[in-house]
């Protein structure tokens, strides 16, 4: 398998696959704007550090532990077909299943300035119908330079419209989370999911002090990280996306997942996600196509 991902979609010196440890296939980019890598089992974004940048942007735990059927803690989960619990049914996965089941190369390539492109499409199973009964084509691409650009794109190839909820849940690599502020999202207005679910309204810059989980909603807007410690601020700008989540688990509950760095991992991330879910919920008529596209930059200052 991993000869013929070579032969067929590998970039000489630029796009490698490889088997990892737990047997999973990564796709490993290194050209002259940055490195990257991406999981086939979830489409899964691993890491992504720009040439310009010392540390990573892309955050990573140092305790996850690949594994067939499991998600990857860090990267650029993609959550689909539907974001947070299913609205129904306890019993299917939390953010949706496209995170943790096959994904299948379809086209690789180079980018005029030489950012390397991949396209992913996530291969459906009985137990993917089963959750989710309707035809449609799920795509990643991924362009990895000096930006790194997502682009998350279903095409509905079925007979009736269908709802989808959908998010790009990229962690992002920080100094520290005390010492850093999100700009963007000032007067939105945001589901609190810390203690209950309550409809609040963003007073200014966001600073962080505890656990924080809030779905800002009907916002498209850029948001901007502004990191102090690691003296450079990362540009989230999106379309297709009306809502964004940010979220860190803070010192308890990153103890009880278990995965998220020990000691203090949590304190080098934040998650930016660009998102449609609750109010923002897409629907995707018959032959119709939406694409949410999420752009990420770092600059230092
Ligand atoms: C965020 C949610 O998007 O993802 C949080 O808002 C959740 O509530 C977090 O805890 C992590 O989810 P998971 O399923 O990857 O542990």
Redesign the pocket.
């Known amino acids: 398998m991993i000869t013929a991902l070579n032969t067929q979609f590998g970039i000489n010196g630029q796009l490698t696959f490889v088997e990892d440890a737990s047997g999973l296939v990564v796709a490993q980019i290194d050209n002259a704007l940055c490195r990257a890598s991406l999981c086939l089992q979830g489409a899964h974004l691993m890491s992504w550090q720009p040439e310009s940048q010392t540390v990573p942007v892309v955050w990573l735990s140092r305790d996850t532990k690949p594994a067939a059927g499991k ?1 990857i ?1 860090g990267g650029a ?1 993609v ?1 689909w077909p539907w ?2 619990a299913h609205a129904s049914d306890s019993a299917f996965p ?2 949706g299943f496209a995170r943790t089941v096959p994904w299948r190369v379809i086209e690789s390539g180079t980018e005029p300035d030489g950012a390397t492109r991949l396209t992913l499409r996530l291969v459906p199973s009985d137990k993917t119908r089963m959750q989710w009964p309707h035809d449609c084509n799920l795509d990643l691409t991924v362009i990895a330079g000096e930006t790194l650009r997502m682009e998350l794109s279903t095409e509905n190839t079925g007979a009736s419209d269908f709802v989808i909820g959908e ?1 790009l ?1 990229t962690y992002l690599q920080i100094g520290d989370i005390g010492a850093v502020r999100v700009t963007g999202l000032e007067g939105c207005e945001y589901w609190d ?1 810390v203690g209950g679910s309550n409809l609040r309204r963003q007073d200014g810059d966001i600073v962080f002090s505890g656990e924080t ?1 809030r ?1 800002y909603v009907n916002t498209a807007a850029q948001c901007v990280i502004h990191d102090d410690k690691l003296k450079r601020r990362i540009y989230i700008a999106k379309s297709g996306s009306l809502s964004t ?1 940010v ?1 860190t ?1 803070w010192i308890e ?1 990153a103890n009880k ?1 278990g995965d998220m760095g020990q000691p203090d991992g949590w304190r080098e991330m934040v ?1 930016i ?1 660009s ?1 449609n879910a609750l109010e923002n919920v897409v629907t995707v008529a018959a032959g119709a196509r939406h694409t949410m596209i999420v752009e990420y930059r770092a600059e230092s200052v």
């Open positions: 998600s803690r989960p959550c974001f947070g939390g953010h998010a849940h999911k989980d779905v989540v979220w688990p509950k997942m998650c996600e998102v």
